[in-house]
Nanobody
Framework: QLQASGGGLVQAGGSLRLSCAAS????????MGWFRQAPGKAREFVGT????????SYADSVKGRFTISRDITKNTVYLQMNSLKPEDTAVYYC?????????????????WGQGTQVTVSS
């Protein structure tokens, strides 16, 4: 089970940190990912982290502003979001990928959290 938290309302230029905690047994995914979905739009890739190597990759739209990290001891992945823009407004989802695949495709992920709302005001 994945539990995302940390969303909220923030002004443009501000920061938020999202958390996604996994529970329910042994946790050793291949990767963890973050996606987001704005109203009326398709779900889009934000970034991902390889669980064992800590290697990260990001969508161009967030590169340099967002950072993904993980705490293996807590089975938790984080999404630090800085310099937020109104276009970052969306529901943010974390996801577990048990195997390889194209990191930016939602079909490469097997389990999803419930989502947390991020709203950035101008």
């Amino acid at each position: 089970q994945l539990q995302a938290s940390g969303g909220g309302l923030v002004q443009a230029g501000g920061s938020l940190r999202l958390s996604c905690a996994a529970s329910g047994g042994t946790f050793s995914p291949y990767r963890m990912g973050w996606f987001r979905q704005a109203p009326g739009k398709a779900r889009e890739f934000v970034g991902t982290i390889r669980w064992n190597t800590d290697f990260t990759s990001y969508a161009d739209s967030v590169k340099g502003r967002f950072t993904i990290s993980r705490d293996i001891t807590k089975n938790t992945v984080y999404l630090q979001m800085n310099s937020l823009k109104p276009e970052d407004t969306a529901v943010y989802y974390c996801a577990v990928g048990r195997y390889g695949g194209i990191v930016s495709m939602s079909t490469s992920y097997d389990f999803w959290g419930q989502g947390t709302q991020v709203t950035v005001s101008s």
